[in-house]
């Protein structure tokens, strides 16, 4: 299936022939982040996306699908801070958390991105929990969130870890950082206890260095009891 946007045609998955229809994509995306950031999931409807964005109707079904894609892409958006199809590690920030050989320094760039990205992701995800709630068919989105969300964890994993290598097994990584990582946790800290985003950064930043990090490998054989409790 194709459509037109100006006068330019676009594919089902949103690639058109140029720019033109990239930057048609991003509004849509943005639209919907910002509707269903404000409004929620049920409230927001395609024709209220469409309107926002200045399209028709028939463009966004057309290039998404329906709301269930648009809400995934949408965190999507929440988390990269674009629309644009590129995977969170493959991002110039990650890139260069990456190639930074400071254990230290690459926990400092790590908090500093997950403290921008935080603000954006808080919003959305309670809309992703809402649509989870009210919308039967969502569990295949669900799922295909929560898969890249763990496929991000153990990308993180890595790179935090360095040359040095991981200090823990790759679960246990995945399980801590999903907790550091969590928007609940910075809504806790930020909203409830009062934190500014410099204190919340800077937190971070300590715990990563600590948790998955700086913390000393275990030898084998309590990973192996570990696993057995």
């Known amino acids: 299936m194709a459509v037109e946007l100006a006068g330019q045609r676009v594919d089902a998955d949103g690639v058109g022939d140029d720019v033109q229809a990239q ?13 269903f950031s404000t409004a929620g999931y049920a409230a927001t409807t395609i024709q209220a996306v469409a309107d926002e964005a200045g399209v028709a109707v028939q463009t966004v079904y057309a290039v998404f699908g329906n709301k269930r894609e648009l809400l995934r892409l949408a965190l999507e958006a929440a988390v990269t801070g674009v629309a644009a199809p590129l995977p969170l590690t493959e991002r110039s920030e990650f890139t ?27 919003p959305i995800l309670k809309v992703v929990r809402e649509a989870a709630a009210v919308d039967p068919d969502f569990a295949t989105t669900l799922a295909a969130i929560t898969a890249q969300r763990r496929a991000d964890m153990a990308a993180a994993a890595t790179i935090l870890a360095g040359n040095d290598g991981p200090t823990l097994e790759l679960e246990d990584a995945i399980g801590t950082l999903y ?51």
């Open 23 to 35: 930057a048609t994509r991003e509004s849509i995306v943005q639209a919907a982040l910002a509707l």
């Open 179 to 229: 907790v550091l990582y969590s928007p609940d946790v910075f809504t806790a800290l930020t909203g409830e206890l009062g934190w500014s985003i410099e204190q919340y950064e800077r937190w971070l930043a300590e715990m990563l260095y600590r948790a998955v990090i700086a913390l000393p490998a275990r030898p084998q054989s309590d990973v192996v009891r570990a696993s057995k409790r």
């Open 96 to 122: 260069a958390i990456a190639d930074e050989p400071d254990a230290r320094r690459r926990a400092a760039m790590d908090a500093a991105m997950t403290a921008q990205m935080s603000p954006r992701i808080a």
